[in-house]
């Protein structure tokens, strides 16, 4: 990941991320996303936003907390809106924490997790 591409390569890195979608979320999946300096746990909820811990949150001593996820940046400005994380990409949450660049992501349906 290098840090003021063109938007041409952000464009033809786009095409191939490893993505997931915010549509594809429902009320009670969790993600949990490493990136290179945190672990994050972020949970989906009814009205479109999240629970976040981990990470700033728990450095803070505000986990779990409601946030919106306003998509994944690749370290700048250009924001992709319509996904929750990218394996590459920074996450930006809507109190504008933007975390490291995602390493992994796991998804556990709602239900999977006792």
């Not at 191939?16 to 746990?41: A, F, Q, W």
Request: net charge positive; with cysteine; aromatic share 8%.
């Amino acid at each position: 990941m290098h840090f003021g591409q063109t938007l041409s390569t952000i464009v033809e890195q786009s095409e191939r991320l490893k993505e997931v979608y915010k549509t594809s979320l429902h009320p009670g999946d969790c993600l949990v996303v490493k990136t290179c300096n945190s672990v994050y746990t972020i949970r989906a909820l009814e009205d479109g936003s999240f629970t976040a811990s981990g990470g700033w949150f728990d450095r803070k001593g505000k986990s779990p907390m409601k946030v919106r996820i306003n998509g994944c940046t690749w370290g700048g400005s250009a924001i992709k809106i319509n996904i929750a994380a990218a394996a590459g990409l920074c996450l930006e949450f809507g109190n504008r924490v933007r975390t490291s660049p995602i390493r992994h992501i796991v998804i556990f349906p709602n239900g999977s997790i006792n």
